[in-house]
């Protein structure tokens, strides 16, 4: 892809200054793990695994698993090189692409990456929404692959909420978050209504945890 030159000089800049603010944002967070019962924390799980978390907690996502070499998808414009190379400096493995489409670039870069030892995550309501309905890509993979899988959920107890299609969330300095994790689904039960249905429940499993 071909950058005018603004875009050159912000992909020069803008990556390393972001990954910097969230890293320092991130110091200031307490995050706790609530796992399913009988359930770990999905980094403590032998790898290679496959995780969803929905768009709207994706900053507090990308600073709690920072440096652990994990794959994700972004998609290939402007705004993904971006977010790529911030990313990448913040310690994660980038495939580029798309997962709406089993045979896409994207989903064959993580099954790559998967069989290279990889946790594997995917914003299962990205890029674009709607909001907090799981698209195909999620259990595609895990089909794909023939992995299990699990849901991810991190919810700041205060946090700036902007006005998009995802309620993208920003945490405050100093607040606590809870890491809400879904029981493991198995390979032969994973499908869109079960993808969706370990989301749902991280979600609530965070939420029950801040309302204590």
């Known amino acids: 892809m071909t950058y005018s030159r603004s875009q050159r000089i912000a992909i020069a800049i803008i990556p390393q200054l972001a990954a910097l603010l969230i890293r320092a944002l991130g110091a200031t967070l307490r995050y706790t793990e609530v796992p399913a019962t009988g359930t770990i924390s999905g980094d403590k799980m032998p790898r290679p695994s496959i995780y969803a978390c929905w768009h709207s907690c994706l900053l507090t996502c990308i600073h709690r698993f920072r440096d652990q070499n994990l794959a994700i998808i972004i998609s290939q414009s402007f705004d993904g090189e971006l977010i790529t190379r911030t990313v990448e400096w913040l310690g994660f493995f980038v495939v580029r692409g798309s997962s709406t489409r089993g045979g896409s670039a994207g989903l064959m870069g993580m099954e790559r ?8 995550a995917i914003t299962a309501d990205g890029p674009k929404g709607p ?21 991810c959920y991190t919810l700041p107890e205060r946090a700036w909420k902007l006005n998009s299609w995802d ?8 607040s606590r978050v809870a890491v809400g994790w879904s029981k493991i689904v198995p390979p032969d039960e994973v499908n869109e209504m079960t993808v969706q249905s370990a989301l749902e429940d991280s979600v609530a499993l965070a939420e029950k945890f801040l309302q204590k």
Not at 113 to 118: K, V
Not at 135 to 146: E, I, T, W, Y
Not at 167 to 174: A, S, Y
């Open 131 to 151: 909001e907090n309905i799981a698209k195909p890509g999620a259990a595609a993979l895990a089909k794909l692959v023939g992995g299990s899988f699990g849901a």
């Open 167 to 174: 309620q993208f969330r920003i945490p405050k300095p100093f």
């Open 113 to 120: 990456a998967f069989h290279s030892g990889h946790m594997c």
